[in-house]
């Protein structure tokens, strides 16, 4: 039996590399969805087993509404991949620089060419769905003067030429993907844990919730902060802190920190994606 997956975009999409890198050598049978929204349902209502959805980038930071549909949808994170995002801007083949009037892209497509692009300041930008959707409507519209950011991948499946390479700012471009399930998984392997949490409201509760981890000896790679529904000047704070929760420390950590959080939800534990990409990432840092 195939595994039922829930893919952001449509075949050639930054997340569909995610996808197909995450599950290599598996039988997967993918469907895909133009909103995040579709993706989280689709996996919260169980029509797919997994879900794969872009959360963070090295430029533009975290994608935050995704972060806020995997707490609403009550999901759980499974498993990560980083992919090296390189932007080209695609054409229909025979086109000019000179031609190009319109671009199509995501927002974070866009966003993170926005160097590139000022260059260009008379082109009318089009944020859209995704930006292997955003290759195939420049297919569609046989328009020369349209063009898309979107990868090489694209190119080749929906027929376009790469115009110009590599126009992304930050020449160290990588998203992070979540793999996202209804149910928790966990795996004796699993070094990396995602939580959320909101601090009392008090001077210093951020502090206090920082200092567990520091004092405990666990690595705090990632902090994202979002706005409390109805509770203006409140947050939600996602967090990943390297960690297996069958480990009695660990576990106890976390017991106590949740004891002075007004709330407090462990998301997942999972194998972090310790991947080329991250290597490669760390060696840039030096
Ligand atoms: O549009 C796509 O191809 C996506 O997979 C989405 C997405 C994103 O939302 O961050 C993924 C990677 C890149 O950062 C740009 C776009």
């Known amino acids: 039996m195939p595994l039922n997956i829930a893919c952001f975009g449509q075949p050639g999409s930054y997340t569909y590399e995610a996808m197909k890198s995450y599950f290599a050598g598996k039988n997967i049978s993918p469907a895909y969805g ?23 980038n090295s430029s533009t930071g975290g994608i935050t509404d995704v972060y ?27 086109t000019k620089l000179e031609d190009i009037r319109e671009v199509y892209s995501h927002p974070q497509g866009l966003n993170q060419c926005r160097s590139y692009l000022k260059h260009h300041g008379e082109w009318q930008l089009h944020p859209y769905f995704s930006t292997s959707q955003s290759a195939e409507q420049v297919q569609k519209m046989e328009d020369p003067h349209i063009a898309a950011i979107a990868n090489k991948t694209a190119a080749d499946m929906y027929g376009l030429d790469v115009l110009v390479e ?20 966990q795996s004796p392997e699993a070094d990396k844990i995602t939580l959320v949490l909101t ?11 920082l200092g567990y981890f520091f004092y405990n000896g666990m690595n705090m790679t990632h902090l994202e902060s979002r706005p409390l529904k109805g509770r203006p000047f409140e947050y939600f704070f996602h967090i990943d802190v390297m960690g297996n929760l069958r480990n009695p420390a660990t576990s106890r950590v976390l017991r106590n920190l949740a004891e002075h959080c007004n709330y407090f939800k462990i ?10 990409n991250v290597d490669e990432i760390r060696r840039h840092r030096g």
Request: charged share 20%; net charge negative.
């Open 166 to 185: 590599h126009i992304n700012d930050n020449t160290m471009n990588y998203t992070r993907f979540f793999i996202i399930a209804a149910d928790m998984e």
């Open 34 to 56: 133009s909103h995040f929204e579709d993706v989280v349902q689709a996996v919260a209502t169980r029509q797919a087993r997994y879900g794969v959805l872009p959360i963070e």
């Open 267 to 276: 998301l997942g534990n999972y194998v972090s994606d310790q991947g080329g």
């Open 68 to 94: 806020d549909l995997i707490h609403r949808y009550d999901c759980c994170v499974v498993g990560e991949k980083y992919v090296k995002v390189e932007h080209c801007l695609l054409t229909l083949p025979g």
């Open 199 to 209: 601090t009392q409201h008090r001077p210093g509760a951020l502090y206090h919730v």
